[in-house]
């Protein structure tokens, strides 16, 4: 089988698995080496599904031991099987890289023989890459679970990123569908990959030039969609992940229908709006100071699909709007619909030199569309003769046709639209929001 | 003007060679007659009106020099930077809107840079703005092909002047592989020779022959590409809005 060939295997099996981007990492590029890393990463094209490619994304190999039912590489699943050699590999990679094609590259793999003697393989092809070619650019890999710690930190010496997926939201749905995994053996790599991590970060502290360890840090995935789990489950696992691990992102990856289990969905499209709506709520516990159960709760343990999260919360939080612009403390101005993290700063800015009116609002990007419902400027609304009532502004968030992406034209990229300003760190400008490649 | 302007009857347009030098060169002649110029402009977008006269500017290292050095410790690194960048864009009024930048800038220091209620102040950070995206979204869409022999050749043709910006980028990338850009619109060549950067005017260019293997590159690129596209989730719209085909009308892989 020519290498081409092998591409289209790996990458088909490969293309499911949402999580990466190609950013974490700020590193120019060094004499004598092959290239270099920019922190807001870097779209080479975009794919027919809108989703950006700035990775050569494959798996090593796709064969695999394990029978995970929601996977399409599962051993009793009938598809073509291929696997690369390492050398190939990293020629192929060093060969689209040196053309532009691809910033980085991110690479996974199914499980041939066992884990150990999976991560061998990754390790060389990393090492072949690193040491030999001297690519200095973007690489995440996937950690497989099972493997023993030495080789997951010789990984992590060599990668940018690391990412162990969690698959599922909940352990019962884990041992229903993926009986060879368990919580216990994706967070144990989780747990010392953070460590490295840690202690790298002193160490560099003390000796300027030790190697650095994951520098992109970790990030994680998780399907959506393939179990009953609810919404809230989900935000609250990655709410802990992200205490507990440390993690730079958590993905939610829309499930798409390849498995043929009992307990699986079948001719389901694939969950997208429920997707961002996830992404939303991730961002707003990364960002905007929320907690899992602030938004969602058992009762109520799905997210909106007609509004935002954010303003899901602000309508049932009545009580505590509107918030006068002049005086609001930065925490409540972030938690406002219609105003971001840059324009909740900006806020606070302006208005020490003077009292800030609707007028000015605009300027400093509030979305007042979205806003006047829950401010004031100078003790009055926007318009005078409004009156707070729940159904009312439910209903008029609602029906702007921006809060519908999933219904009436589904955008990827409206993480911007939804909570009006860019993501606050530089390193996680996201060029492509749910499914980055 | 600060530095009072002389009064007499017609307009000077102040004609420099296009490079950054000349165009610095051009302020300091400026500033020295103690005139507002009517223009600054390269030679070829030269249109005299009636009662106008244009001087043409020597290019001088040591002009630039002082000029750039006085108004960066004026406005900053950051501010000659975005003056770079617009200078670098293809709109026809930028050199006169970097001059009254700058001007502003001598006269209130870095707080220039905040008055964007002012129209130049605004311009030139607007078409930086421009510039710098342009740089970004080419940077990744940009294809190169290797050649025999080995060196690597690729064609765009970007809107603004990008060129020097890209090089700078990809020499610090590619590190020991040498290649050519090609800037198609205006005739330009940006050469890497693994050691120096410079650029050349493309008259009487042939691109040299692609390597043997490179066909089989571009199809498994296309494979690949072709291949990771999830048909349940496609959407040529949103594609077709995050790739204006200016930006890949030169390349091969990616056309929707
Ligand atoms: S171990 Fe990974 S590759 Fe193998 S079946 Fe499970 S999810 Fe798929």
């Known amino acids: 089988?020519?290498?081409?060939?092998?591409?289209?295997?790996?990458?088909?099996?490969?293309?499911?698995?949402?999580?990466?981007?190609?950013?974490?990492?700020?590193?120019?590029?060094?004499?004598?080496?092959?290239?270099?890393?920019?922190?807001?990463?870097?779209?080479?094209?975009?794919?027919?599904?809108?989703?950006?490619?700035?990775?050569?994304?494959?798996?090593?190999?796709?064969?695999?031991?394990?029978?995970?039912?929601?996977?399409?590489?599962?051993?009793?699943?009938?598809?073509?099987?291929?696997?690369?050699?390492?050398?190939?590999?990293?020629?192929l990679f060093m060969n689209f890289y040196r053309r532009n094609y691809v910033e980085g590259l991110f690479l996974s793999s199914g499980i041939v023989k066992n884990p150990d003697y999976t991560t061998e393989r990754l390790l060389e092809a990393l090492t072949i890459l690193r040491k030999e070619?001297?690519?200095?650019?973007?690489?995440?890999?996937?950690?497989?679970?099972?493997?023993?710690?030495?080789?997951?930190?010789?990984?992590?010496?060599?990668?940018?990123?690391?990412?162990?997926?969690?698959?599922?939201?909940?352990?019962?749905?884990?041992?229903?569908?993926?009986?060879?995994?368990?919580?216990?053996?994706?967070?144990?790599p989780m747990g010392q990959i953070r460590d490295g991590i840690i202690k790298?970060?002193?160490?560099?502290?003390?000796f300027r030039h030790a190697p650095s360890f994951v520098p992109a840090g970790q990030s994680t995935q998780m399907i959506v969609g393939a179990t009953p789990d609810s919404d809230f489950q989900i935000i609250r696992l990655s709410e802990a992940l992200y205490k507990t691990y440390g993690l730079k992102r958590v993905f939610y990856s829309a499930y798409v229908p390849v498995g043929n289990h009992p307990a699986l969905?079948?001719?389901?499209?694939?969950?997208?709006?429920?997707?961002?709506?996830?992404?939303?709520?991730?961002?707003?516990?990364?960002?905007?100071?929320?907690?899992?159960?602030?938004?969602?709760?058992?009762?109520?343990?799905?997210?909106?699909?007609?509004?935002?999260?954010?303003?899901?919360?602000?309508?049932?939080?009545?009580?505590?709007?509107?918030?006068?612009?002049?005086?609001?403390?930065?925490?409540?101005?972030?938690?406002?619909?219609g105003i971001g993290v840059r324009s909740a700063k900006r806020i606070v800015a302006a208005r020490r030199s003077a009292s800030l009116r609707f007028e000015d609002l605009q300027k400093l990007r509030v979305q007042l569309k979205r806003a006047v419902y829950?401010?004031?400027?100078?003790?009055?609304?926007?318009?005078?003769?409004?009156?707070?009532?729940?159904?009312?502004?439910?209903?008029?968030?609602?029906?702007?046709s921006s809060m519908l992406p999933g219904i009436l034209e589904y955008r990827q990229l409206t993480m911007e639209d939804s909570f009006d300003s860019l993501p606050p760190s530089p390193e996680e400008k996201i060029k492509c929001l749910t499914g980055q490649f | 003007m600060p530095y009072g302007t002389v009064l007499d009857d017609f307009d000077l347009i102040y004609v420099y060679d296009g490079s950054y030098q000349g165009f610095f060169s051009a302020i300091f002649d400026a500033v020295y007659d103690r005139r507002e110029p009517a223009g600054i402009v390269t030679g070829d977008r030269l249109q005299l009106s009636l009662g106008a006269r244009y001087k043409e500017v020597a290019t001088s290292a040591e002009k630039a020099r002082r000029v750039s050095s006085a108004a960066r410790q004026k406005l900053g690194g950051e501010a000659m930077r975005r003056v770079y960048l617009a200078?670098?864009?293809?709109?026809?009024?930028?050199?006169?809107?970097?001059?009254?930048?700058?001007?502003?800038?001598?006269?209130?220091?870095?707080?220039?840079?905040?008055?964007?209620?002012?129209?130049?102040?605004?311009?030139?950070s607007t078409l930086a703005q421009n510039v710098s995206r342009e740089t970004d979204k080419m940077q990744g869409f940009m294809r190169f092909s290797v050649m025999e022999g080995g060196a690597q050749y690729c064609r765009f043709s970007p809107k603004n002047n990008i060129l020097p910006l890209v090089l700078g980028h990809f020499a610090s990338r590619l590190g020991p592989?040498?290649?050519?850009?090609?800037?198609?619109?205006?005739?330009?060549?940006?050469?890497?020779?693994?050691?120096?950067?410079?650029?050349?005017?493309?008259?009487?260019?042939?691109?040299?022959?692609?390597?043997?293997?490179?066909?089989?590159?571009?199809?498994?690129?296309?494979?690949?590409?072709?291949?990771?596209?999830?048909?349940?989730?496609?959407?040529?719209r949103l594609m077709k809005q995050l790739m204006p085909a200016r930006y890949f009308r030169h390349y091969w892989d990616i056309a929707p």
């Open chain 1, 265 to 337: 969905p079948k001719d389901v499209k694939p969950p997208l709006l429920r997707e961002h709506r996830l992404y939303q709520a991730d961002w707003l516990l990364r960002f905007y100071g929320f907690r899992a159960d602030e938004l969602l709760s058992e009762e109520n343990s799905r997210l909106d699909p007609l509004l935002d999260p954010k303003c899901f919360w602000a309508v049932n939080h009545l009580e505590l709007f509107p918030v006068e612009i002049n005086t609001a403390p930065y925490e409540l101005l972030l938690r406002t619909p």
């Open chain 1, 1 to 91: 089988m020519d290498t081409a060939e092998k591409l289209r295997i790996l990458a088909e099996s490969a293309k499911y698995d949402a999580a990466c981007t190609s950013s974490g990492s700020d590193r120019a590029g060094r004499p004598g080496g092959i290239g270099s890393t920019s922190p807001s990463g870097c779209c080479h094209a975009f794919s027919s599904d809108g989703r950006c490619i700035s990775l050569l994304k494959v798996l090593y190999t796709n064969y695999c031991v394990n029978d995970c039912k929601y996977c399409v590489c599962r051993r009793s699943n009938d598809i073509e099987r291929a696997s690369f050699e390492p050398r190939e590999l990293a020629d």
């Open chain 1, 374 to 400: 829950f401010i004031t400027c100078g003790g009055k609304y926007m318009y005078p003769a409004f009156k707070m009532n729940h159904d009312f502004i439910y209903g008029s968030l609602a029906g702007s």
């Open chain 2, 87 to 124: 200078f670098l864009s293809s709109d026809d009024g930028r050199e006169t809107a970097i001059y009254r930048y700058l001007m502003l800038g001598f006269r209130l220091g870095r707080a220039a840079s905040s008055r964007l209620t002012d129209a130049d102040v605004f311009r030139v």
């Open chain 1, 133 to 188: 070619y001297f690519f200095n650019g973007y690489i995440h890999v996937k950690a497989i679970p099972g493997s023993s710690p030495e080789l997951i930190s010789a990984l992590g010496l060599l990668a940018d990123r690391m990412s162990v997926n969690i698959e599922l939201p909940s352990e019962s749905s884990l041992r229903l569908l993926a009986p060879q995994k368990s919580r216990e053996k994706v967070t144990a």
């Open chain 2, 177 to 236: 592989i040498p290649f050519v850009i090609h800037d198609t619109g205006r005739g330009l060549l940006g050469v890497y020779d693994t050691h120096d950067k410079y650029i050349v005017s493309a008259e009487g260019f042939i691109p040299p022959e692609k390597s043997a293997d490179e066909k089989s590159f571009e199809r498994a690129w296309k494979l690949f590409y072709d291949t990771i596209g999830i048909a349940e989730r496609k959407n040529p």
């Open chain 1, 200 to 206: 790298r970060k002193n160490e560099i502290k003390l």
